[in-house]
T-cell receptor
């Protein structure tokens, strides 16, 4: 299988605090992980691409200083929402792509998605 | 730039009847296309993917999709809907570099008994 977990599954925090969300590939190594954001009844929007051992690549309009991404190992990427505000309330979803040729065949190989983290900033 | 358009935001069918979820794509190259399903409070699950092999792709749970380049379409079908098929469905295209996915706005499928 290819299981991706996220922790926490939901979090409520006060405005101005920081929140860290973890994304783990449980049974495979992932050189590349992706972070998406989904507003209610809307589609997923890619926020950033996280590569193990290097800086994340952010999509246009995403503040890299506000959404800190760290991909320190082949099985873990973290997203930290710094100084969260109510407008940051959303559903954050990560995905992971298997590393190397043993787990995949091309850049278009399957991404495995985590169950998501629901963030509510009061 | 790549994009996908899901033509229906909501589709309602009766159990046992066919399902058709429509998707059109825009791409300047030969794309990879996917259909994902999202059940409430669950992660996204890959239904099927097209990567320039057979144009008719069979996926899980009886779903299939046909890649039609002339129509730039990748519609998802199922011969007979089941109550458990009720969910949100996303048509997705990969970027040219293949490093990220671009999602359509989603289609909510409702199945009535």
């Amino acid at each position: 299988g290819a299981v991706v977990s996220q922790h926490p599954s939901w979090v409520i925090c006060k405005s101005g605090t920081s929140v860290k969300i973890e994304c783990r590939s449980l049974d495979f190594q992932a050189t590349t992980m992706f972070w998406y954001r989904q507003f209610p009844k809307q589609s997923l929007m890619l926020m950033a691409t996280s590569n193990e051992g290097s800086k994340a690549t952010y999509e246009q309009g995403v503040e890299k200083d506000k959404f800190l991404i760290n991909h320190a190992s082949l099985t873990l990427s973290t997203l930290t929402v710094t100084s969260a505000h109510p407008e940051d309330s959303s559903f954050y979803i990560c995905s992971a792509r298997k590393s190397g040729t043993s787990g995949g065949d091309s850049p278009q190989e399957t991404q495995y998605f985590g169950p998501g983290t629901r963030l509510l900033v009061l | 730039a790549q994009s996908v358009t899901q033509l229906d935001s909501h589709v309602s069918v009766s159990e046992g009847t066919p399902v058709l979820l429509r998707c059109n794509y825009s791409s300047s190259y030969s794309p990879s296309l996917f259909w994902y399903v999202q059940h409430p409070n669950k992660g996204l699950q890959l239904l099927l993917k097209y990567t320039s092999a057979a144009t008719l792709v069979k996926g899980i749970n009886g779903f299939e999709a046909e890649f039609k380049k002339s129509e730039t379409s990748f519609h998802l079908t199922k011969p007979s809907a089941h109550m458990s098929d009720a969910a949100e469905y996303f048509c997705v295209v990969s970027e040219e570099a293949g490093t990220a996915l671009i999602f359509g706005k989603g289609t909510t499928l409702s199945v009535s008994s």
